[in-house]
């Protein structure tokens, strides 16, 4: 069983393939503008692996400096004293299975490849130590009030927990960036304001597939193949098709099969390993991470066939590009639609104009710590599980939830990616309305079969805003260009929700200290999208930068020809589906229901892959 800290670290990646030939468009060796990995020659160090996050408003610390907003229970801001967070996610997250609302319009791909692609972005390191630095004391055992342990109290009348000074939820500081806070005392400095680190690059380039540091991208390719292709596993195969490798190191955090099933004799597996270190966080995560890994290595051997004297690295790297592109087509082409809406992708985000030097690309702490977060509502409770008849599987039922974490024996011994994928394009997503917000697989059961106590997701990512000092919701509204509530009628009209403003300013005393990740998910849906206007513009500022900050942004001229872009528009998330699983036929917007506007095709009959003709 994993400590608190391992799962922290974990939240917050034969028969013959379907393999189809290149045209003459990707034959040819591609611009060698490649990639590092660290993405230290991009612009040139903004956005790179391992540097702060950016601010786009000043921290709000406790004493200024380092301590987590509310580190001192006694102190006011804006003349009221911050709730307890579990408390906050009592009141108004709190919903039943029986309360949760499908969404009429978007699938549960939506939910799940949004998960997909922040961990493409963004990874906050924990403190590399969970033992207080001033007297040993274990984060994950105590709930003392001392660095680096930052433990959720529990209020009065919770529903699980009882309210004792030694009951809480486990919780750690983000580690900091050498030289800020009180650590630049260490490097003979003077104290300055805390930041925080962002591991990974943040640039849409796939690091979740191949990884964000040389030692792992190696161990994930296949070193003793020529042909450029990604390691998969040499024990177990889904159906003849590949699966992901298993970690070297024997983590226990995947030994769940017997806890799961109550079954002592169940076999167990590790977990799996890819570019991103929360691959086995559930299965759905799990699946589409397979399923790019398999993407990967069905272009090399495409590649390989067409281009003989290439070698593997020539191979791998070629591959790496095109499935760059592939995610940012489908991110800003498919995805980013339905959650910011029409407006905000014409007024914020635009057409591509060219990279631009002077825009840092670098992931904002609000974005990575409350903005890209609001899919934690579009959760379901379940894990839907499909047969071909688009019907729940019969031998593989859907599982719940809080029962799907940390399980990849779910691959290996219940039916493989085709059943989840199909679950993810045929199900709804949770809608996240105001009084039916986060399911209690989340709030309540998040992680119980690898730790001793489950954790509550609301509580932490309101907890880490705090520990990261970002500022309150209004602050955010006017960075924003948006009304600022002064007050409950005002607050009312910005939520159309007058018991939901009465219940918040009873908790918070003022719109001000409103913590940015819930003031963000209570807001209303802007037309045509997920996220209210709050949201929408964080959302959309960051996208629209990571793509102008992008020096090799796949539209950019001499990265690709035009006649290699025009074949890569033509890519689909639902045709990568086809030619790397058993499913036969998909809807054509995979983030999309089916409707009289988005059928049901045939595999066989979607338009034409951009790497099926040969010169």
Known sequence: MGNTCEIYLNILGHTPQKVCSLPCDFSSSLSKHGRSLFAFRNNPRLG?????????????????????????RNRTFNRFLLPLVRQVSNNILSTTDAGVVSDRNFTLMVTFFGQWNDHDLSFTPFSPSIRSFSNGVNCDESCEHTEPCTPIPIPPGDPRLPSRPDSCIPAFRSAPVCGTGYSAYNFGGVSNQREQINALTS???LGQVYGSEEKLALFLR???DDGGLMRVNTEFRDNGRELLPFHPLQ????ATHKRVTNNTSAKEIPCFIAGDVRVDENIALTSIHTLFVREHNRLARALKGLNSHWDSETIYQETRKIMGAYTQLFVFRDYLPHIVGDDAMRRVIGNYRGYDPNVNPSISNVFATAAYRFAHLAIQPFVPRVDENNRDHPQFPSVPLFMAFFTPWRIVFEGGLDPVLRGLLNRPAKLNTQDHMMVDALRERLFQFVQHLALDLGSLNMQRSRDHGLAGYNAWRKFCGLSQPKNQAELSQVLNNSNLASKLLQLYGTPDNIDIWLGGVAEPFVQGGRVGPLFACLIATQFQRIRQGDRLWHEKPGVFTQRQRNALVSARLSKIICDNTGITSVPTDAFSLVSNTNRVVRCSNLRGDPHSKKN
């Open 203 to 205: 640039f849409l380039d």
């Open 222 to 224: 296949n070193l003793s």
């Open 48 to 72: 790179a692996a391992n540097t702060p996050f950016t601010r786009w408003l000043p921290p709000e610390y406790d004493d200024g400096i380092s301590q987590p907003k509310g580190w001192d």
């Open 251 to 254: 983590v226990q955090m995947c």
